[in-house]
């Protein structure tokens, strides 16, 4: 077995070299081309993100002649969640800063402690037309922390504002420091513990975040960061109805949300 193996391995590698050649006779005049493909190494993403269940409780009971209807919410309701995969640091790079899309139904102009207004058309379950529109106050907020990256010197830490595209977060925080919350991880992980559960915070204490801004692609440095938005227990859904209902409605909204990185 083993002589038959070498045998057809020699007489494989004579056919091989053989061919592999080409030969002209004579004078020549030619190139010899050389090629390939050259691409960046892959950064491995350290983000994952969780969205917020499905909320099919917010009933109420009104008159026939209303079509103004205000629905208290009596817990929170997580909308959005980003955190980093492991417990851990990474490493700066480009590519790595999310983006986040509300598709323009998130107003943060006005926004205060991290609060802005959420507005979407309101649409019959059953046929899937609409019947009016409904606004609630919508919380977001994100924080970081970075170090150097050999020596754990430099430590930074801030609650974070976006107004670049690129900034960490950005589409889904405020755009000015001034409207931020100055202690997300506090108020963050009240909404949904999970969503700070990652972060490499150096101090949570009240008054350790600093408003700051950052793309995540110092590669000097490490990061660790954490965003979570959610609509706050103690809001009030404002429904406006087209017309006045005659019977009951199911009723939805739908906040279209995506994730990104640059």
Known sequence: MKKTLIALIVA????????????????????????????PAPVKNPWEVSSGTAVTDLNY????NTQKITIPVNKNIPVLGVRTIEAAFFNGASGLSPQISYNNFVD??????????LTLDVKNNDDDT?????SVAFYAGAGYVSANNKDDSNVQQGSLYANAAGNAFFGGVPRSASMIDAEPWVTVATLNPEYV???QNSNTSVGMFTPSKTSLNNKGLKYSAFYGAAIKSGASVNIS??????AAINWKASLPVTVSYM
Do not use: C, H
């Open 12 to 39: 494989t590698s004579a056919v091989v070299s053989g061919s592999s050649m080409a030969w002209t006779g004579g004078d020549f005049n030619g190139s010899v081309d050389f090629g390939g493909t050259i691409s």
């Open 61 to 64: 009971q009104i008159s026939a």
């Open 108 to 117: 943060f102009s006005k926004a205060s402690q991290g609060v802005g207004t």
């Open 130 to 134: 609409k019947i009016g529109t409904m």
């Open 197 to 199: 559960a990652n972060f």
């Open 241 to 246: 109805l087209d017309r006045k209902p005659y």
